[in-house]
């Protein structure tokens, strides 16, 4: 070790090397936080920007008075598991999708998928919902459930509800329509 | 020796806890599908997917029951997403505004975990024992975590075993599970600690992760038999250690120390040797080549001493010059564009897909700073910064399909309006109601007039006719007229008569309803026709505000994006000083055990120098004759 009474300018520029050490050190924390605060400020800058043009898209592509919105909800999931759900709305296909684990997980966490967007004409629509999945035992499980609905002005909300049965240990599926 | 051991386990103990603060990620009551659709993306750990759509959602009012959950839930992500500020501001928004008394301890809970991340322990702790008190059932585990946690930063160790008794163990993930058992070896829980401790490094081996996890216990629990005097179960323990993985050098390094404190200092020559032999990229290969010839020379074996301070004194001095060259490299930028890899992109809005630093010639010499929070926070915030940028590229490309659509709108709405406009102006102009109210004034005086006609058929109506005809022809030459034949027409007159007058009271019922029914049909028309008023007036205004809002996106985009590019800037800067602030660290070091080297190499030489001396001058005196004899 080298001692500060036999070497003392090896000392002092130790000890001034130690206080730039210190002094970069805070200089870099200073600007660590400035940094911090400019990145949250963007972030929320990216969100409101990236806010204002969703809405701006789903302003334009789907009008309230002409929107329907179709959701998924899988209440408890012990009787089934979906892989994949087909729309047809008025006999014609209007989206398919395959479930992905963490969706089915997210589903049965309690989440509602907003499975698809779409415009309509005011006036009487059938929607019918093809799923398939593994039912009760393990089982191929396939289903088509129908809702005749009437669609007035505003948006039209419609949610498929995945429930369990638990008395005939079967899911069932129900729509729920609202405007 | 035991310093060092100290400082280990305080840097193992002020390593911030991976578990991650309160989530809503236990099944709870979902009643507005706009709520439901904000935790789908977030179950999916699509945190920014989420955070727009709870934005949308309580802009657009999809949420008529749950406006204060998706708030929650909001704040939350704010806070995950390193937005403590906002965070915050809405937390406490939200406490002011009377929020749910259900809601409010989760508020409270992730307003203290704010203060922790932003190190206010003491006012952390404060919320958590003024505000919450006993917290419910769902919040206890997150509470009392959190709880520790902050009463480790404050240092009371004796209070964090108590909260530590509120968590229950079992469920506790491996690395709370290690995170717990060094707070209670700080608490001074001893056994429960390395009984926690021996618990993770029994783990059965599987990845990367719980292998180096199983590492980090065992050097924890040797660390601890070391301080606690048990070198034997410390030596055992450490000998069992790998000789590969991350922790595999502080390993050796140990164990070799714990061998010098045995007093058995021959014993620690083969880790020390092992650890020489690799790369001086590891701070402990720095601390060895030092302590092998001192432990040469310990053992008495001068000469491999003397080489072995040589060989330090050269590795020491090469590393220098590698650290000079990597400087070089960290400030032109050469490093950081080796180090980040291309990230892989499905859509702006998933998960941050897997962003680890390549693997380059540098990579053991930033072992530590890699694995230091500081780094992870860094590295992690610019991968997010190359999302957003992603993101914002993205809104750029879509922008002139949506100012198209905008164009598509104002075309639809300049061919729209005029046609609605011109058949409101018809519809006024056909006067419907006035009409109606005609009609109605023509049957109210028809049936106070008993007037037959109005409310005959189009064939009695005929026939009417005809013999009102009949009758003025009848009247005209009467001399002309059979009296039987005037006879039937009377009679036949007398009969419609008779048939018109029977059936009054359902026709002019039949009529009634008739202009009954009118009245809705109009008011529907009267409807209609205001709805589509209102239509062409809010288009008008619609229209409009979609012009104004496309207008000025271009530049926020573009100037966002500046912005962006900038802070990247700035974050690669910041993550090149923290190498830097490390390479220094090493330079220093390296002068000191440099230092230390020459020192030892000198001490070395002048002992063996004195020994020398003391020797030819034993045999000098012992041939000089004795001239007392």
Redesign the interface.
Known sequence: ??DSELFPEVYVMRRI?QGL?VW??LV?SV??SE??????Q????????????????????FPADTQL?V?V?LDVGKYFTPDSITLKLDGKTIDGHLYTD??V??????????LHTTNIRNGSHELTAFVSGTGPGGREYRRAVSLQFEKG?GRH?I?LRMEDDAAAQQPVFVFRSWQ | MMVRAGVLLLILTLLPSPVTAARIDQPHQVVDPGYGAILFEYYQQHWFAAMSEALMALETGTLPTQRQQAQVLLGALYAHYGMPDEAEALFRSLLADAVDPALAPGIWLHLAELHYRNQRFAEALELLDDQIGTPPAELLRSFHALRTRVLMRLGRFEETGAALAHVEESSLSAYLRYNLAVSRINSGDGNAGTELLWQVVNLVPGDEETNALKDRAMLALGVHYLRSGEGARARNLLRAARLEGPYSEMALLLHARAWIDSEQPVRALGSLQALATRSLQFEETQEALLSLPWLYQLLGDASRAAAGYRDAIQRYTGHYRYLAELEKKIRAGVWFSELVQEPVWSTAMDALPAFTPARVESFPTFRQLFASHQFHTRWRDYHEQLRQLHLLQRWQQRLPAIEEMVAAQIRKHSQQVPMAEAMLRALEQAGWPARHNQLEEKFRHGQQSNDLAMFASEEELRLLAALEEAETLINRWPEKIKPEIRERFTLQKGLLLWQLQENMVPRQWQRERELRDLAPLLADMDDLSERVARAARGDSHRVIALGHKLAGLYNELALLEQRGDDLLQRQQQAIEVLALRQITTTRDRLKAFTAESWAGLGDLQNAILREQRSRSLDEDQSALPRSSE
């Open positions: 070790m080298i090397g050490l970069l050190v870099c600007a660590a940094l911090d605060k400019d990145l949250a963007f972030r929320k800058d990216v969100l409101d920007i990236n806010r204002r043009l969703l809405l701006l898209e789903e302003e334009l592509l919105a959701f909800s963490r969706e997980k997210a589903l049965k966490t309690g989440a509602i998928q907003k002005s909300f949610q």
